[in-house]
């Protein structure tokens, strides 16, 4: 099974691809023994050379806490993370993961939607923040009803965006094969498209002969 992957830039309205070698068939196309990483970690990747020891750092999507986790790991003791998610169940279980890493007073929790981020995080840290992440869709093991939605997505990014340090990484992970789903990704990714190329890198990456939907990444680094 060949896995082909598109790294597409956008920059403003200009879109290039890069062509990226061949995939090694040698191991029957073994998804373990493939050298491109699947969509998180790729994301995780992107966001390690961003976030480190002291930084700030926002989980826009908290759910069951994972990403909270890996950003509270990255900023260490003297950093902080900001995790937001409209779901008590969802910021429950993310605070029970901190606590089982013995991380919780790295992370500042709120229930409340991420569109409030502006808000919510100090102005004081507004052009200090390392990264960002946002897991698109519902939240696992939970009501599929509750989803995330378009506008309150691209508020989010319209006020988090500005509150990066030059350098920091927005990293947005797209599930769409859920009802609505379709709807997000394409209002997020004619929202993307647009941003000013002086201001913004931004990239795709995904995997485009996958059954079923597969996930991608949306990364914008602020220039």
């Keep these: 099974m060949i896995f082909n992957v598109s790294l597409m830039p956008f920059y403003g309205k200009k879109e290039t691809g890069v062509q990226l070698p061949p995939v090694d068939q040698s191991k029957n196309g073994d998804v373990a ?32 806490g994972h990403d909270t986790v890996f ?10 993370v900001f995790a937001f998610d409209i779901q008590p169940e969802a910021v429950k279980r993310t605070k029970e993961r901190l606590e089982k890493e013995g991380l919780v007073t790295r992370a500042e929790l709120f229930c409340t939607g991420h569109e409030h981020a502006g808000e ?7 052009g200090k923040i390392s990264g ?11 009501d599929k009803t509750v989803i995330t939605r378009p506008e309150s997505t691209i508020a989010a990014l319209g006020q988090i ?7 920091g990484i927005i990293a947005v992970v797209v599930y769409h094969g859920h ?3 379709a709807y997000e990704r394409d209002r997020l990714l ?3 498209k647009q941003l ?24 914008a680094q602020k220039r």
């Design 33 to 64: 023994k493939m050298n491109m990483l699947p969509v998180l970690p790729f994301a995780h990747s992107l966001l390690e050379k961003a976030v480190k020891e002291g930084s700030f750092a926002i989980d826009a999507t908290a759910g069951n």
């Design 71 to 80: 950003l509270a790991k990255r900023v260490g003791k003297s950093g902080k």
């Design 120 to 126: 919510c995080i100090p102005a004081s840290l507004h």
């Design 132 to 142: 960002a992440v946002f897991n698109l869709g519902y939240l696992p093991g939970s």
């Design 161 to 167: 965006f500005p509150m990066l340090e030059t350098g």
């Design 179 to 181: 009802e609505g789903g």
């Design 190 to 192: 004619d929202y993307v």
């Design 196 to 219: 000013d190329q002086k201001k913004a890198h931004v990239l795709r990456y995904e995997f485009l002969n996958q059954a079923n939907h597969p996930p991608f990444l949306i990364a």
